[in-house]
């Protein structure tokens, strides 16, 4: 059996294949970001699946795309891991960025996006992935993400920018107090997670005007950041990986629009495309 994983930083999509290439089980765990959650925590975490667990001796390979595996050394870490709780699989971790050029690839080159809890970009042209800048993560970086979108509200209101209306409904909905922000935004081990689960509140009033110029601004923001500075971006088409950019559809098309822009394809959750892409062309 082969195990396919879409690694986020909220939440990782299994995919499990027979020997024969079908889909055999689709389960969940939470996100595994060697940034943002200890090497310990994963195994444990694994293990509370009851649908992985009984199938883990007949696992012989995993392939595992996750947020955080840019860095090698992130890499070394999922691959260890992981084969502590796979013992009989060859285990291989690459960054998101692969499965998403995997999983938007339409046949031609094109700038492929990640914008879910996390945000990043690259240029590929069905062979060769190119990644001309960085991911700084959530503090510095992330630019229109899950958890930058959700830093932006529990700023505005705690510093009381958000009008009228927006403000009491959040306090009706979170009773927030700046104890428990900060605790969970310094002292847990997944602030960026944390930050993006606020999203649920801008998704559900996401036409009120506030949060339309909020959001489209954050949008601005990683196309100017993340996009434009490939020299391919004027011409080649802009392809879209994860939730933020599928609920934020409309908005982030206008954004696009008013810096020329051309946003092609979205796919809300990549595992599918990307298991089809390894049935076609890997396994």
């Known amino acids: 059996m ?3 994983v879409d690694g986020g930083s909220t939440k990782c999509d ?7 290439k079908k889909v055999f089980m689709k389960t969940e765990t939470i996100g595994f970001n060697p940034n943002n959650i200890g090497a310990e925590l994963i195994v444990p975490e694994i293990e509370k699946n009851i649908n992985l667990s009984a199938v883990k001796n007949s696992i012989t390979k995993v392939f595992f795309y996750g947020s955080g595996c840019g860095i090698p050394e992130n890499c070394a870490t999922i691959e260890r891991e992981l084969a502590k709780f796979f013992i009989k699989a060859d285990v ?5 960025l692969m499965a998403a050029a995997y999983a938007a690839y339409t046949g031609k080159p094109a700038i492929v ?3 879910g809890t996390g945000s990043n970009s690259c240029y590929f042209d069905g062979q060769n992935l190119k990644i001309k800048l960085p ?9 229109g993400s899950g958890s930058s979108i959700g830093k932006q509200l529990v700023r505005r209101f705690f510093m009381l920018k958000l009008p009228k209306d927006l403000h009491t409904e959040f306090e009706e909905t979170y009773h927030l107090t700046i104890e428990d922000a900060l605790k ?3 002292h847990t081990s997944r602030p960026n997670a944390y930050l993006a689960n606020f999203n649920k509140f801008v998704v559900e009033r996401k036409d009120h005007p506030y949060f339309q110029q909020m959001v489209f ?16 971006s004027q011409d080649a088409e802009i392809n879209f990986i994860g939730s933020i950019a599928y609920y ?11 810096l020329n822009l051309n946003v092609g394809k979205i796919v809300q959750k990549p595992i599918e495309s990307l298991v089809n892409y390894h049935i076609k062309y890997i396994l």
């Not at 291989?92 to 998101?96: L, P, Q, S």
């Not at 991911?135 to 630019?143: A, M, N, P, R």
């Not at 098309?253 to 008013?258: D, G, H, K, L």
């Open 14 to 20: 299994w995919v499990i294949l027979d020997d024969f």
């Open 113 to 115: 996006c990640i914008l």
């Open 2 to 4: 082969v195990a396919i």
């Open 135 to 143: 991911s700084l993560g959530f503090l510095i970086g992330d630019e």
């Open 92 to 96: 291989v971790a690459k960054e998101d």
């Open 184 to 186: 969970n935004m310094y």
């Open 248 to 258: 934020y559809e409309d908005t982030l098309r206008s954004a696009a629009a008013e």
């Open 217 to 232: 601004e954050e949008m601005k923001n990683f196309f100017e950041y993340q996009v434009l500075p490939y020299e391919e």
